[in-house]
T-cell receptor, first 116, second 115 residues
Framework: AQTVTQSQPEMSVQEAETVTLSCTYD???????LFWYKQPPSRQMILVIR??????QNATENRFSVNFQKAAKSFSLKISDSQLGDAAMYFC?????????????FGKGTKLTVNP | DTGVSQDPRHKITKRGQNVTFRCDPI?????LYWYRQTLGQGPEFLTY????????KSRLLSDRFSAERPKGSFSTLEIQRTEQGDSAMYLC?????????????FGSGTRLTVV
């Protein structure tokens, strides 16, 4: 069964600094999708970034970028120039290939604190 | 469009009572999902609809749970004979039904407390 592991229950970073959140996953599929979601205290999950497994280039979205290591099944999120508004729970999620299960498999999350 | 709406935001119920939650997805989204999130955990998949058809159900969805999407628009999730273990955040999400899978748009959730 596909599993997603986030080994850092909590992380903290100073404002304007860079932080990296870790995620590993287990799958026997070769083509799949990976996501990072942010859940602020208001609770609504927001998509931060996505990565297609068949793409070797790491995805970037402004201050957010990923380090996708397919062979190692690792998908870390780097947040540059951290801002107070980045404080939230961050969830890594796996999605099956197209035509497979529609569900997302989430990790347990990492709580990010941004210190002023 | 104001995104995915869920109602109510909070629900407190006594054990054994039935509860029903509503989700209104983004209007042009054909796919609708229900997830459950307990404290300190990531969301867990419950069920998925494409239009009005319920195409996937998790084993977490016991016989006490039922979900509908009668006209392919809003959806309801009913829990019968609630138990304390049902206390959780119930999240609804929707996504468009085109070829490239994309991230979901989530609602703010319904927090259920069973006392």
């Amino acid at each position: 069964a596909q599993t997603v592991t986030q080994s850092q229950p909590e992380m903290s970073v100073q404002e304007a600094e860079t932080v990296t959140l870790s995620c590993t996953y287990d799958t026997s599929e070769s083509d799949y999708y990976l996501f990072w979601y942010k859940q602020p205290p208001s609770r609504q999950m927001i998509l931060v970034i996505r990565q297609e497994a068949y793409k070797q280039q790491n995805a970037t979205e402004n201050r957010f970028s990923v380090n996708f290591q397919k062979a190692a099944k690792s998908f870390s999120l780097k947040i540059s120039d951290s801002q107070l508004g980045d404080a939230a729970m961050y969830f890594c999620a796996y999605r099956f290939p197209q035509g497979g299960s529609e569900k997302l498999v989430f990790g347990k999350g990492t709580k990010l604190t941004v210190n002023p | 469009d104001t995104g995915v709406s869920q109602d109510p935001r909070h629900k407190i119920t006594k054990r054994g009572q039935n509860v029903t939650f509503r989700c209104d997805p983004i209007s042009e989204h054909n796919r609708l999902y229900w997830y459950r999130q307990t404290l300190g955990q990531g969301p867990e998949f419950l069920t998925y609809f494409q239009n009005e058809a319920q195409l996937e159900k998790s084993r977490l969805l016991s016989d006490r749970f039922s979900a509908e999407r009668p006209k392919g628009s809003f959806s309801t999730l009913e829990i019968q004979r609630t138990e304390q273990g049902d206390s959780a955040m119930y999240l609804c999400a929707s996504s468009p039904s085109w070829e490239t899978p994309d991230g979901y748009t989530f609602g703010s959730g319904t927090r259920l407390t069973v006392v």
